[in-house]
């Protein structure tokens, strides 16, 4: 039965929404025939996939339309085509049948599925005796959606997709052809007007910026070997283990000869041994999603499931994570769901609707970055997300995830003024359907991936961040601890002599200390737009900016709660972090710096090998006051502790006079070990201290604290 006219100039023109109705194997009254549309052709034969004859069709438009009677032809066809002196053959994308089936359809339509990165997208699949690539992409409003890429000239005519109805899923099978190849998806919206072309929001590798499109790429061939890593950390508590992060921006941690990024072997390289020698246990990434602005640092990103080409291939990203596993150093990112960028090639606006953004800019536009809100009521949107938090901690073994701007997600005020927000249906302001996916990514993480955990920048007072899902908290299993590092950055930044009138600036924190589980962050928020590195933070002159800066982290690696460093405050940077540049590494030749660097290791080699200092970092029976309330010499001293572990008194003195003679209440009589102390020579200090030990008598010891230092005293019992 011949089409009518209407439909097939729709067809070869591109406009029409249903082509497998048109195109592909049919039964007719006299029997199966097939119709195949293929520019260029004069003539074509249908075989098999074997290369079976199974007739010959005939052109029925000269823009390429063919159609004739085929022998008994089982679903799918290899076509032989020859015109303008060539000869090719190819098998027709619309005599297969659909990948996906209804149990994914009531999935989706549920917002239940935790396996869409393997159902959306595109996927390398061998189906119905052909090798190919799958594509799936959710836009249920548009008209037609078409897969364009470098296998078809990126002509949206070609390959028009099978719309699934139940759930706004385009799907097509396009058979021979394989990884590497770039795509993209041409949308027209409900308005009949084409869309710009659109990136996956499910590939798994993008080109390399400033090009925008996806590319094809198989499964991960590598071979891991840390199931011990994996399975250590599935056994414990993080909560009572070591952890210190060291926060790193892949792209400017260090470069090549040519100032061009290292790639993930190259920094597997040299980081992993960098960061074993220095005794961290993670690695913190920024975002490594693949994004298009440099200067956005990866908070921008338009591929959430890809990392980025710009550090090489995703396999090396794979390596670079199970090095660092087998060497016993855990890998965390930083993970972005709270917002996305506008670029068209992205989300926005995807199928002409606001689908994976409110529509409202009340609730859908982020007057901070100028950026998009995701729709976290929206389940589809909740599952994107939801997903993606699954996919780095199961397909790349990723150790858990810090969700970046939460308290942006939890507030519908977030940074706006009276009139420009929405409130909830209580009339309040909470966001109680971010709340929900925050719930719901928490718990599904935790229950896939033993071992994993997340963290949560947040930095207000919301309660129970880190209090389990089942409970009425956000379910994170820890919390960035902004007011510490707000308070007491604040703190060493002023002088001395005005330090006596802000000891609460230290002080408060303990208060709350233990009302989450806390990592303590000096990030790279901290030294970007102009607000400087934390040595030139640091007040008095330079020497006394290095002694503050060594007392500082001193202080913070005694202070209850997990830490986290950015690269390059280990040694003391002087310039402000740029993510166009290297570190500065030659710093590291100069003493000053080193010895910075050196009391870093020796904090974190204490941190691991001390109970005291790590297994209760999260409980208040961790810690004790010793002196909370010498304001006029700006000391402070405190008791770290651990059930069966040796107790750890830890004393600051904040001002530039050496206090000797200073009395120190300690809770246990005998010898009490100097194991820290931050004027040491080898950290670049002046070497005061007490000669290694101390003596307690009756509750008390007595103590030189030299100027501007931390020391650690171990009871010997």
């Not at 011949?2 to 406009?15: F, H, M, N, T, V």
């Not at 917002?111 to 061998?126: F, M, P, T, V």
């Not at 597997?268 to 298009?292: K, N, W």
């Not at 810690?623 to 405190?638: H, K, P, T």
Request: aromatic letters at 12%; glycine letters at 10%; hydrophobic letters at 40%.
């Amino acid at each position: 039965m011949k089409p009518p006219g209407e439909a097939i100039a729709a067809l070869l023109e591109g406009r029409h929404d249903d082509p497998f109705s048109l195109l592909g194997v049919f039964a007719g009254p006299d029997g199966v025939f097939a119709r195949a549309w293929v520019p260029g052709a004069e003539t074509l034969e249908a075989r098999s996939l074997d290369g079976v004859s199974l007739g010959v069709l005939v052109r029925i438009d000269d823009r390429g339309l063919f159609e004739g009677a085929v022998e008994d032809a089982p679903q799918p066809i290899r076509y032989a085509a020859s015109g303008g002196g060539a000869d090719w053959s190819y098998a027709d994308p619309y005599t297969f049948g659909p990948v996906l089936g209804p149990t994914d359809d009531y999935l989706m339509n549920e917002g239940s599925h935790h396996r869409l990165y393997d159902k959306l997208g595109a996927h390398l699949i061998e189906h119905e005796g052909a090798a190919g690539v799958h594509f799936a992409v959710w836009a249920p409003n548009a008209q037609r959606v078409s897969v364009v890429g470098d296998f078809n000239d990126w002509d949206a005519r070609r390959h028009v997709m099978r719309r699934r109805n139940d759930v706004g899923v385009w799907e097509i099978f396009v058979p021979d052809i394989g990884a590497g190849r770039t795509y993209k998806f041409a949308i027209v919206g409900p308005d009949g007007q084409a869309r710009p072309l659109k990136a996956d929001p499910f590939a798994f590798a993008a080109e390399l910026r400033p090009a925008t499109g996806s590319v094809t790429r198989g499964p991960l061939t590598h071979s891991w070997q840390d199931q011990g890593h994996r399975d250590h950390w599935a056994s414990v508590d993080p909560r009572r283990q070591p952890m210190s992060i060291y926060e790193v921006h892949a792209g400017s941690w260090d470069r090549d000869d040519n100032g061009w990024y290292l790639s993930w072997d190259a920094l597997a390289d040299r980081l992993i041994p960098y960061v074993v020698d220095l005794g961290f246990t993670h690695i913190e990434f920024l975002p490594v999603s693949e994004y298009p602005y440099d200067p956005s640092w990866g908070y921008q990103t338009t591929g959430l499931y890809a990392p980025s080409s710009r550090f090489g291939d995703v396999e090396g990203f794979a390596r670079f994570v199970d090095g660092a596993h087998q060497a016993g150093i855990g890998v965390l990112l930083d993970w972005v769901p709270a917002h996305f960028p506008t670029d068209d090639h992205g989300l926005s606006l995807f199928d002409g609707t606001a689908l994976y953004e409110h529509a409202d800019p009340k609730l859908g536009f982020h007057p901070d970055w100028n950026t998009a809100i995701y729709n976290f009521g929206r389940r589809e949107v909740a599952s994107y997300l939801v997903n993606n938090a699954l996919f780095w901690t199961e397909r790349y073994h990723v150790d858990g995830l810090r969700v970046d701007a939460v308290a942006s997600m939890l507030y519908r005020d977030y940074s706006r003024k009276a009139g420009e927000w929405i409130p909830n249906e209580q009339g309040g302001r909470e966001n109680w359907e971010a709340v929900a996916f925050l719930r719901d990514m928490n718990r599904a993480v935790y229950g896939a991936r033993p071992g994993a955990f997340t963290v949560a920048e947040e930095s207000t007072s919301w309660p129970g961040v880190s209090k389990p899902a089942h409970e009425d908290g956000l379910g994170f299993g820890f919390k960035w601890n902004m007011g510490f590092m707000h308070d007491t950055l604040q703190y060493m930044q002023r002088d001395p002599i005005h330090r006596p009138h802000h000891h609460d600036e230290i002080t408060f924190g303990l208060v709350y200390a233990f009302s989450e589980n806390f990592v303590l962050p000096l990030s790279h928020d901290e030294v970007v737009h102009g607000k400087g590195s934390l040595l030139t933070k640091m007040a008095g002159d330079d020497a006394q900016k290095f002694a503050s800066l060594r007392a500082y982290y001193g202080l913070m690696w005694g202070y209850p709660g997990k830490k986290l460093l950015f690269m390059g405050q280990e040694f003391a940077q002087r310039r402000e972090w740029s993510e166009d540049r290297a570190l500065d590494w030659g710093l590291r030749g100069a003493p000053a710096h080193e010895g910075v660097r050196n009391a870093v290791r020796e904090l974190n080699r204490l941190h691991r090998t001390e109970p005291a200092l790590h297994a209760r970092d999260c409980e208040g029976e961790g810690f004790e006051w010793l002196i909370a309330d010498d304001r006029a010499n700006s000391v402070f001293a405190w008791l770290r502790k651990a059930p069966g572990a040796a107790p750890i008194a830890v004393i600051s003195n904040m001002t530039p006079v050496e206090r000797s003679n200073y009395r120190v209440p300690l809770p246990g009589n005998g010898r009490w070990t100097e194991i820290f102390n931050s004027d040491a020579l080898d950290y670049g200090g002046d070497g005061l201290g007490n000669l290694g030990s101390v003596l307690a008598a009756e509750g008390r010891a007595t103590l030189t604290l030299p100027p501007l230092s931390t020391i650690m005293l171990r009871h010997e019992g």
